[in-house]
């Protein structure tokens, strides 16, 4: 099984590297000092030999196909109003830095979070008058990897305070509370026992500072609500929607347990 | 935590009695005394053979997802747990049953599950509801292969 996960990612990653050819950001890797000093932990750093070697170069990391996804929209002009991204944004390497660090966010108009597939699909309703992209699609997972793909390195930092406050508290809350018939929180797994081994995986502290990741088990990369509805499903829990306000809420808090971390959009886990 | 829990049996006593019109619906009701449940769940000897299988399948017990067992066959054993060798030295069999039965009745915030219990829970996925991760008799074949553990 593992064996074939292995070549599927290498056979991904050889066509991946015709295309990423010139792209040539060099090696990161997502641990800055912010983060090393409060003790907090990568799954990165978690990850076998194998899977941080696919993530490192960039010329075998299969997300790479998705980072070339969304560089190709990006200037591609659709909907009513005529435009791309680009017209409005520019070079995304410099107008979306931020954003990869930032989301969820607190936004007045909405009088809640929203996260950064919302944020883009707002752009792509209200400034494009296009349709939203559909969640997991390859065009809103492709784009989605490219804009936090220009924060690669950067320290991740949200802001749980102010009016994001209640949010971040029902994030915190979600986070802590057991569900399913296996009756676990996020918490007994991945702040309990990260580091140790259950069954044949070893569980990490579930940050999500890669995403949206490769996953070799899915064999394509796959946005943090469907990490979210994967760990919810594994205890027999019913998941909530992708983009939820439930999920949003909790995707805050766990984005701010893992404060510091560089992005390693698009990172590669088993 | 020593703590007779007369009250929570009083309880599951009481709820078994509403639901004795329904037939094999729920658990069969049972009693804590001190910190274990002395009796057994079906009144039939388990199978200490079949118990072993329990404890290993993923679909079952899966114990081995976060213990150590000595079940040499099976690749992969957890770490999030006390190695289970040597567990019948350590317990006695009516501290074993309430252990697998409901682990939280001895620590609230373990993060084994509750193997014989069907009620109390968050957003339980529809095929679950009114299950429990074990039957009774799974439980009893179980709790017989883990006293052969001494």
Same mark, same amino acid.
């Given at each position: ?270 | ?10 309880? =599951? !006593?009481?709820?078994? @009695?509403?639901?004795? %019109?329904?037939?094999? *619906? &729920?658990?069969?009701?049972?009693? =804590? !005394?001190?910190?274990? @449940?002395?009796?057994? %769940?079906?009144?039939? *000897? &388990? ?17 081995? *997802? ?85």
């Amino acid at each position: 099984m593992k064996m074939r996960q292995l070549l599927l990612a290498l056979t991904f990653a050889t066509t991946g590297t015709l295309a990423v050819t010139g792209l040539g950001l060099g090696l990161v890797i997502g641990q800055t000092t912010a983060a090393k000093a409060e003790g907090i932990r990568s799954g990165y750093s978690y990850a076998t030999k194998e899977t941080q070697g696919l993530q490192d170069d960039d010329m075998s990391n299969p997300g790479y196909l998705w980072v070339d996804t969304g560089e190709d929209l990006w200037s591609k002009a659709e909907g009513d109003a005529g435009k791309s991204c680009n017209d409005c944004h520019g070079d995304a390497a410099e107008s979306m830095k931020k954003a990869g660090v930032s989301y969820p966010k607190y936004k007045d108009d909405i009088g809640k979070l929203q996260n950064i597939e919302q944020r883009i699909n707002q752009c792509r309703t209200d400034n494009m008058k296009a349709k939203a992209w559909k969640w997991e699609s390859s065009q809103l997972l492709g784009m989605t990897t490219y804009v936090r793909n220009q924060s690669r390195g950067l320290p991740v930092s949200v802001a749980v305070d102010g009016p994001a406050a209640p949010f971040f508290a029902k994030g915190e809350a979600f986070f802590n509370q057991r569900r399913g018939l296996l009756d676990m929180a996020c918490k007994h797994c991945h702040e309990d026992n990260a580091g140790n081994k259950i069954r044949a995986n070893v569980l990490s502290e579930g940050q999500i500072n890669g995403f949206p990741v490769y996953r070799l088990k899915w064999g394509k990369v796959g946005s943090t609500h469907r990490r979210f509805r994967g760990c919810n499903k594994q205890v027999r829990a019913k998941p909530f929607k992708n983009g939820s306000d439930e999920y949003v809420n909790l995707e805050l808090y766990v984005a701010w347990r893992g404060r510091g971390l560089g992005v390693e959009t698009p990172a590669v886990r088993n | 935590m020593k703590m007779h829990r007369l009250i929570g049996a009083a309880a =599951i !006593v009481a709820a078994s @009695i509403s639901l004795t %019109l329904v037939a094999n *619906a &729920g658990t069969v009701s049972y009693q =804590i !005394v001190d910190d274990g @449940i002395p009796k057994s %769940l079906t009144g039939t *000897a &388990g199978n200490a053979q079949a118990g072993r299988k329990v404890a290993y399948n993923r679909k079952t017990g899966n114990c081995l *997802a976060c213990h150590k067992a000595p079940i040499p066959e099976q690749q992969f054993h957890g770490e999030i747990g006390p190695d289970l060798k040597g567990v019948a030295s350590r317990y006695s069999e009516a501290e074993l049953r309430l252990r697998i039965v409901d682990s939280k009745k001895t620590n609230s915030d373990t993060i084994m599950p509750a193997f014989y219990r069907d009620t109390g829970f968050t957003r339980l996925q529809k095929k679950w509801v009114g299950k429990s991760i074990l039957k009774a008799q799974e439980v009893e074949d179980l709790l017989a292969y883990l006293m052969t553990l001494k």
